[in-house]
């Protein structure tokens, strides 16, 4: 069975500081994918990163940050300098055999001025 | 690109009615489209597959006869939710993966509907 951990329920951080979120998965699937949504308080799901099982580079977009790493089955997301915009939920997920999207439950980020 | 709209956004009803909920994508056709539904402060749980043209595959522990899914073009989808309950109030999303992508694995998704029963 898939399984997406993400173990931080909620994260508070004054603006400018960094930060990193985690996100540990299990799949027996050889090919997969990996996501991160945001969710402002609007709800609507953001689509921030895709990333396949056999592309291990780290991805660096702007103040964002992604770290894969397979050994350890994780794949953590960094903001660097935060601003009180990045306050949301995200969301990290996975989809493999099936094409079926597995969430984790969230981590809230709370930025504060 | 790769836009999904929902209609209607929000939607208060009376228990015992029934509300449909549309998704559509936009600019982009999709053979399959996914509904989640997500309580407060809580995570997506995917309720169903609709693919285009055939029925419906429900998750285990959601009723196909309460949550109707109608996926009649590969622009469009239905949740109809029959005979609502106070505990079916709730955030619908759906979600839609581009036909075109046989490659990669991207959902895009909608705004969400916010059911309430009242």
């Known amino acids: 069975a898939q399984k997406v951990t993400q173990a931080q329920t909620e994260i508070s951080v004054v603006e400018k500081e960094d930060v990193t979120l985690d996100c540990v998965y299990e799949?027996?699937?050889?090919?997969?994918?990996l996501f991160w949504y945001k969710q402002p308080p609007s709800g609507e799901l953001v689509f921030l990163i895709r990333?396949?099982?056999?592309?291990?580079q780290n991805e660096i977009s702007g103040r964002y940050s992604w770290n894969f790493q397979k050994s350890t089955s994780s794949f953590n997301f960094t903001i660097t300098a935060s601003q009180v915009v990045d306050s949301a939920v995200y969301f990290c997920?996975?989809?493999?055999?099936?094409?079926?999207?597995?969430f984790g439950a969230g981590t809230i980020l709370r930025v504060k001025s | 690109g790769a836009v999904v709209s929902q209609h209607p956004s929000r939607v208060i009803c009376k228990s015992g009615t029934s509300v449909k909920i549309e998704c559509r994508s936009l600019?982009?056709?999709?053979?399959?489209m996914f509904w989640y539904r997500q309580f407060p402060k809580k995570s997506l749980m995917l309720m169903a597959t609709?693919?285009?043209?055939?029925?419906?595959?429900?998750e285990q522990g959601v009723e196909k006869d309460k949550f109707l899914i109608n996926h009649a073009s590969l622009t469009l989808s239905t949740l109809t939710v029959t005979s609502a309950h106070p505990e079916d109030s709730s955030f619908y999303i759906c979600?839609?993966?581009?036909?075109?992508?046989?490659?990669?694995?991207?959902?895009?998704f909608g705004p969400g509907t916010r059911l309430t029963v009242l």
């Open positions: 979600s839609a993966r581009d036909r075109r992508a046989t490659t990669t694995d991207t959902q895009y």
């Open positions: 799949t027996r699937d050889t090919t997969y994918y």
């Open positions: 990333r396949n099982s056999f592309d291990e």
């Open positions: 997920a996975l989809s493999g055999y099936g094409n079926k999207l597995v």
């Open positions: 600019d982009f056709q999709a053979t399959t």
């Open positions: 609709s693919n285009e043209g055939s029925k419906a595959t429900y």
